[in-house]
């Protein structure tokens, strides 16, 4: 393709004809004649914005003809448009939730921003009593001197690039472990809890674009490799306390909506595992089941489980594990939350093959939203080993069979095709196995709500003449805001839609149903 001269334009034409599959496949499969496409650019290629000349768009019409993306496309280009319109319509912010000075009964500020600066404060003014009135948490050079020169810390990691000491997450998240002191605990406290208070600050509070209509205006666009949503600012990877701050306006709800445990249900629809499609014909709460499963207990709270569950377990456990069910100990409740989230965080994880290391890295790593202390710090790499050992070979088998078989079909084609909605990952890098166990089911998943999205949104325009309006997307959850009166209405229409069946084809019909809508004034209630 000859576009014009310069550097620029030079990485362009390549990046254009070296892509998968080539221009020159592209003409041959459109029978046009070989040779460049000549187009007259006056336009010096100055920026890096591409150029879509009009000779060339005939082309790529017949490619998408011959290829069944004609679909694909007019579906993504409606799906532009919706959430164009979801960008114009905005998220209300409450403004005294956000700025309120009130204090509570505790003493603490109503409002999430003068609470995270008295974090902020806080923590600095601690850091200072310990390393003295200069430390500035905010250079990475103090924090050094601080937990290595003065408080004695050993090197946990290095850089890669400078070759110096790291101080980032993964660096505190070790520290925190080899704390022997109240002193070095708290100032590892401090230095975690400012980091915390600044990226909220400067994220979700200072950094936000709120408009003279009291919105945020958030623009989405749809991601290539998955088909998944994307926001930007970030309008999707909210914690609880930024999502107190969001509101629908008077006269108005905000319904949300989820598929509950999507990809879990899929990943069984495709491996065909009988127990997993059993457990959730019969309505057996699957996490619950996982956690005795793994951790030898019974569950203690009534929300977590059901007669079907009991039953099951009753079942299935001296079959897997070889003990009497009745026999294993009662939680306190205090322990069992612990429990639960640690058994959901390893099967999340554990269900697209990553290694014990991984896993255990990974769980290292979390902390409490709350009091942001770790949540599983004295957490071995060979508890979670053994926990993978019984994950894979006695619980779960049919798992590591369908993870040989996925990753052979894509090596084999070298690509991953989603029979949803046709879209294609082509793997020209080389084939990372987690990449080609991720991509097969979150397409999947994003492709159904997708076109579900566009479909709710239509129902919406004709009801209601667009004043209820889908406003966010994250991944496998809606929400909407909708007059008061169509509230109930508009949850469910969404899970109507979401809940009915899905005809794959070559491997049969399933469904990802939708667990039953929240209706609320502010988004952290839906």
């Known amino acids: 393709i000859t576009i014009g001269a310069g550097s620029r334009t030079r990485r362009v034409r390549r990046r254009v004809t070296s892509a998968p599959p080539s221009v020159a496949a592209l003409r041959h499969r459109s029978g046009l004649p070989a040779g460049p496409v000549q187009v007259d650019s006056r336009v010096r290629c100055g920026t890096r914005a591409t150029v879509a000349p009009a000779r060339f768009d005939r082309a790529l019409h017949e490619v998408r003809e011959r290829s069944s993306m004609t679909t694909l496309y007019r579906e993504e280009v409606a799906l532009n448009h ?24 505790d003493g603490k500020p109503l409002g999430l921003a003068p609470q995270l600066r008295l974090q902020r404060d806080k923590a600095l003014v601690e850091l200072q009593a310990i390393g003295g009135g200069a430390v500035n948490p905010r250079k990475p050079a103090h924090i050094k001197y601080l937990l290595f020169d003065m408080l004695g810390f050993p090197i946990v990691k290095v850089s890669a690039k400078s070759g110096k000491p790291a101080v980032d997450k993964e660096a ?66 909210w914690a609880k306390k930024v999502k107190r701050l969001f509101r629908a306006p008077p006269g108005f709800k905000l319904v949300g909506i989820d598929l509950s445990q999507a990809e879990l249900r899929y990943i069984a629809f495709l491996a065909n595992y009988v127990e997993l499609l059993r457990m959730y014909r019969e309505e057996i709460n699957v996490h619950t089941v996982n956690a005795s499963l793994l951790f030898g207990v019974r569950c203690p709270v009534p929300k977590d489980t059901n007669p079907q569950t009991e039953a099951y377990l009753t079942e299935m456990y001296p079959r897997l594990i070889g003990k009497d069910y009745a026999s294993l100990p009662l939680l306190p409740k205090g322990q069992w939350k612990f ?31 709350d009091t942001n202390e770790l949540l599983f710090p004295d957490l071995r790499l060979d508890e979670i080993e053994a926990l993978h050992v019984q994950w894979t070979r006695k619980l779960h ?11 052979f079909q894509i090596e084999r084609a070298g690509r991953s095709k989603c029979p949803i909605s046709g879209r294609v990952r082509w793997f020209r890098g080389g084939f990372k196995r987690n990449e080609m166990l991720n991509v097969r089911v979150q397409t999947a998943v994003a492709s159904w709500m997708n076109q579900c999205t566009l479909e709710i949104q239509d129902v919406f325009d004709r009801e209601t003449r667009g004043w209820a309006q889908i406003n966010q997307q994250v991944h496998d959850a809606l929400t909407v805001e909708a007059p008061d009166d169509y509230a109930k209405r508009a949850g469910e229409v969404m899970q109507s839609i979401l809940s009915r069946e899905i005809h794959v084809p070559g491997v049969g019909t399933t469904r990802l149903p939708a667990d039953k809508a929240d209706i609320g004034q502010f988004m952290d209630e839906v």
């Not at 989230?341 to 269900?351: Q, Y």
């Not at 088998?397 to 990753?407: H, K």
Request: proline share 5%; net charge positive.
């Open 82 to 105: 919706l959430m164009m319109r979801a960008t114009q319509r905005g998220i209300m912010l409450d403004l005294e939730r956000r700025d309120s000075t009130v204090l509570d009964k």
């Open 339 to 369: 429990v639960r989230t640690l058994g959901k965080l390893f099967v999340f994880a554990g269900n697209y093959g990553a290694l014990a290391e991984t896993i255990h890295g990974m769980l290292r790593s979390k902390r409490d939203p």
């Open 397 to 407: 088998p049919a798992l590591p069979s369908w993870w040989d078989m996925t990753a």
């Open 172 to 237: 505190m998240m070790l520290l925190e472990l080899l704390a022997d002191t109240d002193v070095k605990k708290r100032a590892l406290h401090c230095i975690v809890s400012h980091r915390q208070a600044e990226k909220f600050l400067s994220t979700f509070v200072d950094g936000l674009p709120i408009l003279a209509d009291q919105r945020l205006h958030p623009s989405w666009k749809i991601l290539t490799t998955s088909g998944r949503m994307n926001s930007s600012p970030n309008a999707q990877n």
